[in-house]
């Protein structure tokens, strides 16, 4: 549902404004929390649901998850104030899980369900009655019954329903899932099992309830800027028109800071020193060392294949991320700066937790996050000043946004300096995808293979915290790369510093 501004979109971008107007403004945190949910949802009668308090107290943990304090129990009486001072910290805050379901949000949708519509016309032919192997579909008052109970779910009425009058039912949530980890509790609400989720936040931007939501970093970030430390945004590849039409990467920069940023620096030049790690692994150890290499730079994807294809975790590239690599260039000409990671993953969040990454990576920040920052502190993105632009990154660095631009860019360089090299490639955007090629390289038949897997269907630019259609996200990425002055990372001048990041 990226791009459609809905009622959801509408409630999280409302938070994500008072979140970072409330961090702006500091003063008695704990009174001002209690007041937000009615100013956000003001008067007396419920907008979205069936009641105004019920709204209210999804706001409520919304705003909590926004500032990264857990959920509170529902059986248990607690303020919605609490922890909040000592979340106000210009430091990393947030405990496990990322990825929370706020339960009286949860429409306890119906999953895995086969179901007759209105649509159907009582046939005379009655094919789906004819083909249920179960006999759990019965005519009544010239209708067709489908006995749930009999019922297998295995789609023949569905296929042959001239009136396409029969459905399968499936929690979104769910369906979007590529590791199977959300099922359902006792009361048929989504329940995610956290030892399969890996972060994706698929369920997330799916849900059409809002019940979903991971936790921010808005508030400490904020505070980190206001203690007078320079914060640097180290800014993904996909932003480009993230921000609105004309907004253009110049203005995002100007935009940027104005919000207390002391520089903007684009993580393309991260993904290009990526791109060369990787194009040297690939050429040390495939097929020699190993029968084919899975590219490293969706933290998502690669949880996955390590947790459930285990034995591959070694033909999983070794290459720092280009986020990481970004923010070990960063600290390495700033030492005590902080930085901030901007872009459209909610994985990220995950990523820049782990204990080899937390000290090159302070904060993540969505788009989406960002864009309450701007419309909190009131920064007219239209009439932002105009930087430089960024000419650092290269058109590889650049195309690690959308599906195929990883393995093509490193394709690419492999095959500048090696003419010669043959490069097979396979890549899958989404986690279901991701699973059926890894299965394939299980069955042996991508050797010599370079793998490229996407968690997000389409690439980084449908992430979870992006905030534009997909398609035109694409256009407008491959646009961008296609004006970049230098097209290979080999070009980059930054691959001086390559040897020195990795062994940090």
Same mark, same amino acid.
């Given at each position: 549902?990226?791009?459609?501004?809905? @009622?959801?979109?509408?409630?999280?971008?409302?938070?994500?404004?008072?979140?970072?107007?409330?961090?702006?403004?500091?003063?008695?945190?704990?009174?001002?929390?209690?007041?937000?949910?009615?100013?956000?949802?003001?008067?007396?009668?419920?907008?979205?649901?069936?009641?105004?308090?019920?709204?209210?107290?999804? +706001?409520?943990?919304?705003?909590?998850?926004?500032?990264?304090?857990?959920?509170?129990?529902?059986?248990?009486?607690?303020?919605? %104030?609490?922890?909040? *001072?000592? @979340?106000?910290?210009?430091?990393?805050?947030?405990?496990?899980?990322?990825?929370?379901?706020?339960?009286?949000?949860?429409?306890?949708?119906?999953?895995?369900?086969?179901?007759?519509? &209105?649509?159907?016309?009582?046939?005379?032919?009655?094919?789906?009655?004819?083909?249920?192997?179960?006999?759990?579909?019965?005519?009544?008052?010239?209708?067709?019954?489908?006995?749930?109970?009999?019922?297998?779910?295995?789609?023949?009425?569905?296929?042959?329903?001239?009136?396409?009058?029969?459905?399968?039912?499936?929690?979104?949530?769910?369906?979007?899932?590529?590791?199977?980890?959300?099922? %359902?509790?006792?009361?048929?609400?989504?329940?995610?099992?956290?030892?399969?989720?890996? @972060?994706?936040?698929?369920?997330?931007?799916?849900?059409?309830?809002?019940?979903?939501?991971?936790?921010?970093?808005? /508030?400490?970030?904020?505070?980190?800027?206001?203690?007078?430390?320079?914060?640097?945004?180290?800014?993904?590849?996909?932003?480009?028109?993230?921000?609105?039409?004309?907004?253009?990467?110049?203005?995002?920069?100007?935009?940027?800071?104005?919000?207390?940023?002391?520089?903007?620096?684009?993580?393309?030049?991260?993904?290009?020193?990526?791109? =060369?790690?990787?194009?040297?692994? /690939?050429?040390?150890? +495939?097929?020699?060392?190993?029968?084919?290499?899975?590219?490293?730079?969706?933290?998502?994807?690669? =949880?996955?294949?390590?947790?459930?294809?285990?034995?591959?975790?070694?033909?999983?590239?070794?290459?720092?991320?280009?986020?990481?690599?970004?923010?070990?260039?960063?600290?390495?000409?700033?030492?005590?700066?902080? +930085?901030?990671?901007?872009?459209?993953?909610?994985?990220?969040?995950?990523?820049?937790?782990?204990?080899?990454?937390?000290? &090159?990576?302070?904060?993540?920040?969505?788009?989406? *996050?960002?864009?309450?920052?701007?419309?909190?502190?009131?920064?007219?993105?239209?009439?932002?000043? +105009?930087?430089?632009?960024?000419?650092?990154?290269?058109?590889?660095?650049?195309?690690?946004?959308?599906?195929?631009?990883?393995?093509?860019?490193?394709?690419?360089?492999?095959?500048?300096?090696?003419?010669?090299?043959?490069?097979?490639?396979? @890549?899958?955007?989404?986690?279901?995808?991701?699973?059926?090629?890894?299965?394939?390289?299980?069955?042996?038949?991508?050797?010599?293979?370079?793998?490229?897997?996407?968690?997000?269907?389409?690439?980084?630019?449908?992430?979870?915290?992006?905030?534009?259609?997909?398609?035109?996200?694409?256009?407008?990425?491959?646009?961008?790369?296609?004006?970049?002055?230098?097209?290979?990372? /080999?070009?980059?001048?930054?691959?001086?510093?390559?040897?020195?990041?990795?062994?940090?």
């Amino acid at each position: 549902m990226r791009g459609i501004y809905s @009622s959801v979109t509408d409630i999280r971008r409302k938070v994500f404004t008072e979140i970072a107007r409330l961090a702006y403004e500091g003063g008695d945190y704990a009174t001002k929390i209690e007041q937000l949910p009615y100013k956000i949802l003001p008067g007396e009668r419920a907008t979205y649901r069936d009641s105004i308090f019920l709204e209210r107290a999804i +706001v409520g943990e919304r705003l909590r998850l926004g500032i990264g304090l857990p959920l509170r129990r529902m059986d248990e009486h607690a303020p919605l %104030s609490e922890g909040i *001072e000592e @979340s106000a910290i210009a430091e990393k805050y947030y405990d496990d899980p990322l990825i929370n379901i706020i339960k009286f949000a949860c429409n306890a949708c119906p999953d895995n369900k086969v179901v007759v519509t &209105d649509m159907c016309q009582g046939c005379l032919a009655h094919p789906c009655k004819e083909v249920c192997p179960k006999d759990a579909i019965s005519i009544v008052n010239g209708k067709s019954v489908i006995d749930q109970d009999k019922c297998i779910k295995c789609g023949r009425c569905i296929n042959v329903c001239p009136y396409s009058a029969i459905h399968k039912l499936e929690r979104p949530c769910a369906r979007s899932c590529g590791m199977d980890a959300i099922g %359902s509790d006792e009361f048929g609400r989504a329940e995610i099992d956290h030892d399969k989720c890996v @972060s994706c936040g698929m369920c997330l931007v799916n849900c059409p309830f809002g019940a979903i939501v991971d936790k921010g970093q808005i /508030f400490q970030t904020i505070h980190a800027i206001k203690e007078g430390i320079d914060v640097y945004a180290a800014i993904a590849p996909a932003f480009v028109g993230q921000f609105g039409a004309g907004v253009t990467p110049e203005k995002v920069k100007g935009a940027l800071k104005e919000l207390g940023f002391k520089d903007v620096v684009e993580v393309a030049i991260g993904a290009d020193l990526c791109t =060369v790690e990787e194009a040297e692994d /690939f050429l040390n150890k +495939v097929p020699n060392e190993q029968p084919f290499m899975a590219t490293s730079c969706c933290p998502a994807w690669s =949880v996955m294949a390590k947790k459930l294809f285990p034995d591959f975790k070694p033909y999983i590239s070794m290459a720092l991320t280009p986020m990481v690599l970004t923010g070990r260039l960063i600290k390495k000409e700033h030492p005590n700066a902080k +930085v901030v990671f901007i872009g459209p993953c909610a994985a990220k969040k995950l990523e820049a937790s782990r204990k080899s990454v937390r000290s &090159d990576i302070d904060f993540v920040l969505t788009f989406e *996050e960002v864009m309450g920052m701007f419309e909190a502190k009131g920064v007219d993105l239209a009439m932002a000043p +105009v930087e430089a632009p960024f000419e650092e990154g290269t058109a590889n660095g650049r195309g690690f946004a959308i599906s195929g631009g990883v393995a093509g860019a490193v394709k690419q360089c492999i095959q500048k300096e090696h003419p010669e090299k043959e490069v097979l490639i396979d @890549s899958a955007e989404g986690l279901k995808n991701c699973r059926t090629m890894l299965m394939m390289a299980k069955a042996g038949k991508r050797n010599g293979y370079l793998l490229e897997g996407m968690a997000c269907p389409g690439g980084c630019v449908a992430g979870a915290g992006t905030l534009q259609p997909v398609i035109k996200s694409s256009a407008l990425v491959k646009k961008y790369t296609s004006e970049a002055e230098k097209k290979l990372a /080999f070009e980059s001048e930054h691959l001086d510093n390559l040897e020195l990041l990795t062994k940090e």
